[in-house]
């Protein structure tokens, strides 16, 4: 499902893009800054680097509708055959059936490495959705997994075993805390 982050994250997606638009594959480097902004998800990536390719693609549809308005206002006036006039408009729609897979395609392409950076870098990841002002979130359990079990204080149940781990329970400061286990971070902001 789409919630409201997803589509400012879509749009920061296709401003990068068309801001970049002067080097090939912008929309790859558009559609990869959404979804690191997105999550490590990477259905969630695909997804929102595709927004990010559609919301870029829409002036490329207005500068079509003005070239087959113009174009058609153009044949109007030299009084030409119709059978031309409809062999450039299928031209210009062809273009822009091409545009439109190129920039929705690698958009979603370059969501879906976006999100494959997020979940191998999460404390860039985090630190960057706090800058824009998002929230740190547990990434979503992949199918065949199941959901962590939580105690009645709102821990996982395994972190209560700190025995078989290398590090003492509450002697690391916030700052410290592995990047990976920012969820614990949350949580204890959470119940405070």
Known sequence: MVSGRTIINAIIGAVVGI?????PFSTVVGG???????????RDGAIVGALAGAITFVPIAAVAVLG???????FGVAAAPAEGFAFVVLLILVGV??????????????????AYLAREYPGKHARTRETFGGRRREPTPRSGTRPRERDAEGTDRHDSDRSTRNEPADEREDGDLDPSRWHETRDRERDE
């Open 68 to 74: 087959i308005g113009f174009v058609g206002f153009g």
């Open 97 to 114: 059936l091409f545009a439109f897979v190129y920039t929705v395609g690698l958009s979603l392409l370059g969501g879906y490495l976006g």
């Open 19 to 23: 801001v970049l638009s002067f080097i």
């Open 32 to 42: 990869a800054v959404a979804g690191f902004l997105e999550g490590p998800d990477d």
